[in-house]
């Protein structure tokens, strides 16, 4: 039988978070996996993920709101493949949601022989996202701790065979690539290695560190786009004067308080023109960390780009979908997840609004690291979800994200201060009761399977 979706007033996609039902839902079907890689977050220190599966009961209570939704991704922490249920979910899904809405997950495809891929494909899977970081065996199986590149193509080769068996089938297989230092020159191959197994999209995100190594392995800066770009003018203008930005002194008034005449004309006049640089930056609301900016690796971030325009490329040459992230963060910021009305829920039934405020975890923004906790709403065992999704705290916390009125905690000066550095978060400099202010996926830096 045909599904299609109840009838609703129009809404432009702005409003997506308002609307009286949830577009897409994210459901940790299960927090086990048969992997323990060190960049997840169910590794980090002051993780509080516990190994469960979602009972069908938690399930079933999520069904209601199947017919207005836009996609179901069936993963959160953990391997789905490990649920017991995860074909018959799949199955109850595809039947209540609307035909032109998807159901997938991302997977290590460890779990992925011949029948089990068969099976997704008359389940009526729509899209699998598979972890590939990489294409040097080396590389590949010191990201993905306990799993050999082998081990993917078979994972590849498998889905490709199923769905050509099937006629019809709707499946999109996919590729998921982290972006480190010591990986990011192997994305274009991979592109290539996943194309050739018959992939139809690669997905890039860049690196969260969890912990304080990791912060050395992030390929990306976390200066602004905007604040860059004021920067490199006023590098440029003192270079025509021949002034080093470089030999900018913050302790120079101090040294000339205590050792008059100390301080040289050239630093005198650099310092003057970087007070006016930030007096710019302030007058047009841009977060400035002037010694985050003088510290910017600008030869590794040129590389970073390059690669990312020639892995484009290679994508649109072999015709694979390649969604990029950042390389330099957005200024202008939204809540990928808030802003296209999703949920996200734990196995428990926990009731969460994005990917960064879902579970209990510490991690590094620049040098400094933060305990993040998860925001609750409420639960689907307790309580219908419709009643949390419309209730006055979900969408008082989803009116005030759209807006994301929030400073730009990783580009400031004095960061992390008391506010956000308080374990127990209740307000940023703003006043803004949501801990958003230095959320990655917000600067454009961290993706995942959500489009």
Known sequence: MKCTRPAEAPASPESAALKAYPSKLFVESTTFCNLRCPMCVKQAADSQVIDADMSQQTFAALEPVFPYLESLVLN???????????????RRARQKMPD????????????????????LVEAGLDRICLSVDGVKPETFSKVREGEDLSDMDRAFRMLNEARGRRPGSRLKVGAEFVTMRENFRQLPDTVRWVAQRGADFILISQALPYDISGISQVAYDNASDAAVAIYDRWRRQMLDQGLDIKIYDYMAWEKERVIPGAVNEQIRKVNQMVNRMRGEARKRDIFMDVMQLLRRDDAMIAEVQDVFAEAQRVADELGVEIKLPAVTPQYERECPFITKGSAFIS???????????????RCYVNDWDRLVKPKVFGNVNRQPLLDIWRGEGFRTF?????????????????????L????????????????????????????????
């Open 76 to 90: 959160g922490i953990g391997e789905p493949l490990m649920h017991p249920h995860i074909l018959e979910w799949i």
């Open 100 to 119: 032109d809405a998807w159901v997938g997950f991302q997977s290590n495809g460890l779990l992925l022989d011949r029948n089990r891929a068969r099976d």
């Open 347 to 361: 196995w428990n039934g926990d009731v969460h609004p994005c990917y960064y405020l879902w579970h209990h975890y």
């Open 398 to 418: 989803r009116e005030h994200v759209v807006e994301f009125d929030y400073p730009y905690c990783s580009n400031c000066g004095v960061a992390p201060c008391d």
């Open 420 to 451: 956000v550095q308080e374990e127990d978060f209740e307000q940023d400099c703003f006043t803004n009761p949501e801990p958003c202010g230095a959320c990655q996926w917000a600067m454009g830096l961290l993706q995942c399977l959500q489009d």
